[in-house]
């Protein structure tokens, strides 16, 4: 028997859950499937995952911050233990495989968009997912088939995870990495698993939760294998480490850079899609801002500063980063004028391409303009930033 409205309340109430989660016409889906955000790596695991993931992106779970602790876990669980099943044929409708190229260039097309253009795409991308979603859950269709729709399932979970990502929807970043995991792992795509952990570590850094960055990293790096995957997880533990700080992390970092420099020597043209576009230009920059955090300062900027000359137009986004890293290096070596102009162009670039990120970090460096109020450039950047 299906309890009514008012008998829906108190359950939720009974499970500490908000009173505004509740939907009385959707019982009993609006109970989170799991009490830490996470659901288990295992058999027939990755539908339920898109299901949390898709459910999350309803604004029914903002509440949720899932902890370092449980996505450590995961990590340790995906390093550990063998690759899951895949989804088994249902008695539904078939599912043909001109349907799922049709899906794969499609979703392919919507990734592969200008940056400027990718900031319309959310729902598209939404509605794809939730299509492969029910395709592999209701769908009828060959274990081949069932292969094609687990990695299409993972790449879209992982594009839709960054959309969120970089608009500071942290909680439904989290649930995509994690149900991107849970395809990839079903179908045995151990660099594509790879890098969605390594997404995941890249959202604890940027968060300042450098421990669990270097926990999930260290996992990743068990089982990816690619050298252009490698490299790109390589920098980005490099990253954190030195970000974390202390004497006992510069040899490690510097080590990390020495085997991404290699890793990036040995990659070739054949890459996983999600790390096609590593290169010299992050090389630079990665190498750069980790140098920036060990204290030098002066070799760090002109690795960043060549990093940014070596980055290829179509990667506006990551151009806006760049620029918000070299403003925060001109900083730090007290020279405001560079810093002023640097930090104005990547907030005008970000906001015509509409990426909140970007904005957030060049927002998170005018406190330290404040002290050169009246240096050429700083006024101006500052009226730009309040308008």
Not at 239 to 255: C, I
Not at 277 to 283: E, F, H, K, Q, T
Request: charged share 20%.
């Amino acid at each position: 028997m299906e309890p009514n409205g008012e008998s829906q309340s108190y359950i939720a109430e009974a499970l500490g859950l908000p009173a505004d989660i509740v939907r009385s016409d959707d019982w009993p889906t609006w109970i989170p499937l799991t009490t830490d955000g996470v659901v288990p790596l295992g058999p027939e695991s990755s539908v339920p995952a898109l299901r949390e993931a898709l459910r999350t992106a309803m604004e029914r779970r903002t509440f949720l911050t899932i902890s370092g602790a449980a996505l450590s876990a995961l990590a340790a669980d995906w390093a550990a233990g063998p690759t899951g099943a895949l989804a088994q044929a249902r008695d539904g409708k078939p599912v043909s495989d001109d349907l799922i190229t049709w899906l794969e260039n499609s979703a392919q097309h919507l990734a592969g968009l200008a940056t400027e253009e990718r900031q319309h795409t959310p729902t598209l991308l939404d509605a794809h997912l939730s299509t492969v979603t029910k395709l592999i859950d209701h769908g009828c269709y060959t274990r081949a088939v069932g292969l094609r729709l687990h990695t299409l399932a993972a790449s879209l979970s992982q594009t839709v995870a960054w959309h969120r990502f970089d608009l500071g929807r942290h909680t439904y970043a989290s649930q995509y990495w994690i149900a991107g995991l849970h395809n990839a792992h079903a179908a045995g795509g151990h660099d594509m698993g790879a890098g969605l952990l390594g997404d995941l570590a890249y959202q604890a850094a940027w968060r300042r939760d450098h421990t669990t960055a270097a926990n999930i990293l260290n996992y990743a790096l068990t089982r990816a294998q690619n050298p252009a995957a490698r490299c790109l997880l390589q920098l980005r533990l490099a990253r954190t480490l030195a970000a974390r700080g202390g004497r006992g992390e510069r040899r490690a970092v510097l080590r990390a850079l020495a085997a991404a420099e290699k890793h990036l020597n040995d990659a070739g043209a054949d890459r996983p899609a999600w790390c096609a576009w590593v290169s010299d230009a992050d090389l630079a920059v990665d190498s750069g801002q980790a140098l920036l955090d060990l204290g030098d300062i002066n070799h760090a900027h002109q690795l960043i500063s060549e990093g940014e000359r070596l980055l290829p137009p179509a990667r506006d986004k990551t151009k806006g980063v760049f620029l918000a890293y070299r403003a925060a290096s001109y900083l730090d070596m007290k020279e405001p004028e560079p810093a002023a102009a640097a930090a104005t162009q990547s907030l005008l670039l970000a906001r015509r391409i509409g990426a909140p990120r970007c904005v957030r970090l060049v927002d998170d460096l005018l406190p330290r303009f404040q002290p050169y109020a009246h240096a050429q450039g700083v006024p101006e950047l500052l009226q730009l930033a309040a308008a």
